[in-house]
């Protein structure tokens, strides 16, 4: 399976200020995905991070909150914009390995550990 | 919406006991189906995948579909102190395993 590395692995923040998280996968994958875990809940997904274009947001999640680049095969990057303390949670990336019915299966990097005061 | 349900446990076996963990999907068109666990402050680890109806083995770990009934499980056999853990159902309605929706996740405790 691809090997997945987050940056920061955790960080205290101050509300208002934004932070950046960083996604990077040792092999090409085609997608990649940033998820959101809130405390004592499960995983959900903010967007698909799409190399060359926009990502898709899924459906409470907009660009100017929680923009993403992606500007290669193996990197991404999700922004944390105007912080308040709702957005202290555990950021996923993840990635979707093989091809194909039956074949593909996500991956999840280390996660990073926010917490907004 | 398309939802994912699990119970939220704990739910609790001693050692060497089979542990039985369920989840229902709400949308029937659904073909991919994933398990996940989960250890306090790490992130989910990919256990099985299923397409199929019927049952898949891996080791001590077999899962079950049943799509008419829009229903998937996971039985550990020989449950271990380390599989205390919380586990993830993920269904992907896309057909694909590109965008998951996860359940609430079971919290498994394995008692000595």
């Known amino acids: 399976s691809a090997v997945i590395s987050q940056k920061p692995s955790r960080d205290i923040c101050q509300r208002g200020t934004s932070l950046t998280i960083q996604c990077q996968v040792d092999?090409?994958?085609?997608?990649m995905f940033w998820y959101r875990q809130q405390p004592g809940q499960s995983l959900t997904l903010i967007a698909t991070?799409?190399?060359?274009?926009?990502?898709?947001?899924e459906s409470g999640f907009v660009i100017d909150k929680f923009p993403i680049s992606r500007p290669n095969l193996t990197f991404s990057t999700l922004t944390v914009s105007n912080m308040s303390p709702e957005d202290s949670s555990i950021y996923l990336c993840?990635?979707?390995?093989?091809?194909?019915?039956?074949?593909?299966?996500?991956?999840f990097g280390p996660g990073t550990r926010l917490l907004v005061l | 919406q398309k939802e994912v349900e699990q119970n939220s446990g704990p739910l609790s076996v001693p050692e060497g006991a089979i542990a039985s963990l369920n989840c229902t999907y709400s949308?029937?068109?659904?073909?991919?189906f994933f398990w996940y666990r989960q250890y306090s402050g790490k992130s989910p680890e990919l256990i099985m995948s299923?397409?199929?109806?019927g049952d898949k083995e891996d080791g001590r770990f077999t899962a079950q579909l049943n799509k008419a009934s829009q229903y998937v499980s996971l039985l550990i056999r020989d449950s271990q102190p380390s599989d205390s853990a919380t586990y993830l159902c993920?269904?992907?309605?896309?057909?694909?395993?590109?965008?998951?929706?996860f359940g609430t996740g079971t919290r498994l405790q394995v008692t000595l």
């Open positions: 993840s990635v979707v390995q093989g091809a194909g019915f039956g074949q593909e299966t996500q991956y």
């Open positions: 092999s090409q994958v085609t997608m």
């Open positions: 991070a799409n190399q060359g274009s926009e990502a898709t947001y």
């Open positions: 949308d029937r068109v659904s073909q991919s």
């Open positions: 299923i397409y199929s109806n």
């Open positions: 993920a269904v992907a309605f896309s057909g694909t395993a590109s965008k998951l929706t």
